[in-house]
């Protein structure tokens, strides 16, 4: 079973508006971690933002915001204001306990394209 | 940034071939891995390390293997490179374990294998 689910595979948004990129995640471990990372046509992966699983608040980073609703199991990333270099792939990852160390298992991301 | 750098960055090489990729960084973060990233996939971990000479599995390890010698460099090969291991493969490294809150990424190294 997937862990990690982006159902938009591509979606589109007027440059200065905000858009919400899905992502629901399944975890029985009671701590654990969600990451959004931004991949533009260069290839690189940028890290955009992290909440944690205890976190009381929703994370914040300048015009990224995570929408966590935990018994709901999404973490929804929301972007405000877009801009034309905010087109880019973007992945919900979450951070799972291995025997020795962490792994972060990837959604198959979202492409975004922001017109102008 | 963090300073991680891959080698080589583009590499086309035949079926049958042994191929070796290398991650270096310069951060000493105790924890290395490699993805690999395809179409429809998203990243998918192969292996990682948790110290020198400390390796272990990930979800798609079948074909590779890893060495770690030293902290700063984290190598990937491929013994017999398969069509299927073309790919985008993506060195992350991190510092600490549970209460990490990010994985920096490596530029990538695009492999083709023909």
């Known amino acids: 079973a997937q862990k990690i689910t982006q159902t938009q595979p591509g979606m589109f948004v007027q440059e200065k508006e905000a858009v919400t990129l899905d992502c629901t995640y399944d975890?029985?471990?009671?701590?654990?971690?969600l990451f959004w990372y931004k991949q533009p046509s260069s290839g690189e992966m940028i890290f955009l933002i992290y909440?944690?699983?205890?976190?009381?608040q929703n994370a914040t980073e300048g015009r990224y915001s995570l929408n966590f609703q935990k018994a709901r199991k999404s973490a929804n990333l929301v972007i405000s204001a877009s801009q034309l270099g905010d087109s880019a792939m973007y992945f919900c990852?979450?951070?799972?306990?291995?025997?020795?160390?962490?792994?972060?298992?990837f959604g198959s991301g979202t492409r975004l394209l922001v017109r102008p | 940034d963090a300073g991680i750098t891959q080698s080589p960055r583009h590499k086309v090489t035949e079926t049958g071939t042994p191929v070796t990729l290398r991650c270096h960084q310069t951060?000493?973060?105790?924890?290395m891995y490699w993805y690999r990233q395809d179409p429809g996939h998203g990243l998918r971990l192969i292996h990682y390390?948790?110290?020198?000479?400390?390796?272990d599995k990930g979800e798609v390890s079948d074909g590779y293997s890893v060495s770690r010698s030293k902290t700063e460099d984290f190598l990937l090969t491929l013994e017999s490179a398969t069509s299927s291991q073309t790919s985008v493969y993506f060195c992350?490294?991190?510092?600490?374990?549970?209460?990490?809150?990010?994985?920096?990424f490596g530029p990538g190294t695009r492999l083709t294998v023909l």
């Open positions: 992350a490294i991190s510092e600490a374990g549970e209460d990490y809150n990010e994985q920096f």
């Open positions: 975890t029985s471990d009671p701590s654990y971690g």
């Open positions: 909440q944690g699983s205890y976190d009381q």
């Open positions: 990852a979450m951070r799972e306990r291995m025997d020795s160390s962490y792994k972060l298992i």
């Open positions: 951060e000493n973060h105790r924890y």
């Open positions: 390390s948790y110290g020198v000479k400390d390796t």
